[in-house]
Every structure is written in structure tokens, then in C-alpha cells.
């Protein structure tokens, strides 16, 4: 079965840079949520987004942006780098009116910056 | 609106029991239980809807109960495999509707030795 699609799996940066994650969530789910976890934390919700529009918005903050586009990927972009924003960043697909159904995480990009 | 979960580590030998809790101060629709190992995502593991009920899978059961708005996940003959950190994601209802997004516990870490 088609999985969640996380790119890139790893990326470093140095601080002050911009970083951009992107997902690819399984076909014909129509919802995207992007989680970020610290190193021993539990997953933290950023945002969401349904149909290409955003749904909910979390604790993200505002240097970063994301946005959801015509065949359902997402992009989480990320500007003006912290060292604190290094992290494991996942992405999870959902078909919305399922409520039956959980949220898919994919693999993962681990940002690092250095 | 984090769930409390509890304990935070369990040391388990092989075939020996485990319950994992949950808990939350705010009206559910949903429990979701997830394994995750170090540095891989988490893995869905059973879903458990508003109602109380309880689910099964193989030796892993959990349960729900809305009243309390407590879940429990329940791991019997353990399994050298069933290492990892356990999280319970609580979807909550806002204003009579859910908006998807998951509020995770801050897992319990369970090791289990042959």
C-alpha cells in the first residue's frame, strides 16, 4: 500500500538559511497535518490543511510557511533558521470525512541546524 | 490540552504484561495510539472512537472510556519487537466538531529484555 512521502529524508543547514520540506500524502487523502518533534518530545502540531486550503494552524511560528497545492502535496517552509528548529518533521494524510480513520505519518526529514 | 500518559517507562521482560494510560481533561472523539522507534515515525496501532469501546489486535488491546476521558493500552506477552515509545494522540471536539489535529501524550518509553 502507497505510504506517506517525505522529501528530503535529512537536511542541514546553517543558521539564517531557508529550508524546504515537502510531502507527498497517499493518494486520494485529502488532508495534510505537519507535526515537528524535538529530540525525546512528543510529536507538536504546526498546522493543517484541507482541500489546498489551510484548516487549523498550531504553534508554528511565523518563519515558517506552508501551503497545500493542486495535487494535494504540501511544502513546509522554513526561513531564518534557528539552532531550536532542529528536529524530526513529519508529515501525516487523512481522508477527512473518514473520522473512523487515523492520520498516516510519513518517514520523516530530520532538519539540523548547525 | 496535552493528555497525560503514564507511566514513562516500563522494563518489561519477554512474555510479561503492560498497561500504558491516557488521559485528558477535555471532551474527546477520538483516541489514537501509535509506536514509534528511535528516529523512525510513528506507526498507527488502533483507533478508539467517543462510545467506550475497546479494540483488539493480536496480543494489543486498548480501551476508552468517555466518561473519564481515560484510555488504556493494554500489551500482553510481550515481544522483544514491542519496544519503542508509545504515544497516545487525543483528538478533541471544539465548538461540536473536530478539526483532525492530534494533541500527543509525552509517551512512554517501554523496553523489553529477552
Not at chain 2, 510479561?16 to 528516529?39: F, M, P, T
Request: proline content about 5%; some cysteine; glycine content about 8%.
Amino acid at each position: 500500500a502507497a505510504g506517506v512521502i517525505q522529501s528530503p529524508r535529512h537536511l542541514i543547514k546553517e543558521k539564517r538559511e531557508t529550508a524546504t520540506l515537502k510531502c507527498y500524502p497517499i493518494p486520494r487523502h485529502d488532508t495534510v497535518y505537519w507535526y515537528q518533534q524535538g529530540p525525546g518530545q512528543d510529536p507538536q502540531f504546526l498546522i493543517s490543511f484541507y482541500e489546498k486550503m489551510q484548516s487549523d494552524k498550531g504553534s508554528i511560528p511565523d518563519r515558517f510557511s506552508a501551503q497545500q497545492f493542486s495535487d494535494y502535496h504540501s511544502e513546509l517552509n522554513m526561513s531564518s533558521l534557528e539552532l531550536g528548529d532542529s528536529a524530526l518533521y513529519f508529515c501525516a494524510s487523512r481522508i477527512r470525512r473518514r473520522r473512523t480513520d487515523t492520520q498516516y505519518f510519513g518517514p520523516g526529514t530530520r532538519l539540523t541546524v548547525l | 490540552q496535552q493528555p497525560v500518559q503514564s507511566p514513562q517507562a516500563v522494563i518489561l521482560r519477554e512474555g510479561e504484561d503492560a498497561v500504558i494510560n491516557c488521559s485528558s481533561s477535555k471532551a474527546l472523539y477520538s483516541v489514537h495510539w501509535y509506536r514509534q522507534k528511535h528516529g523512525e515515525a510513528p506507526v498507527f496501532l488502533m483507533i478508539l472512537l467517543k462510545g467506550g469501546e475497546q479494540k483488539g489486535h493480536e496480543k494489543i488491546s486498548a480501551s476508552f472510556n468517555e466518561k473519564k476521558q481515560q484510555s488504556s493500552l493494554y500489551l500482553t506477552a510481550s515481544q522483544l519487537s514491542y519496544s519503542g515509545t508509545y504515544f497516545c494522540g487525543t483528538e478533541k471536539v471544539d465548538r461540536g466538531s473536530t478539526l483532525g489535529r492530534l494533541y500527543f501524550g509525552r509517551g512512554t518509553q517501554l523496553t523489553v529484555w529477552p
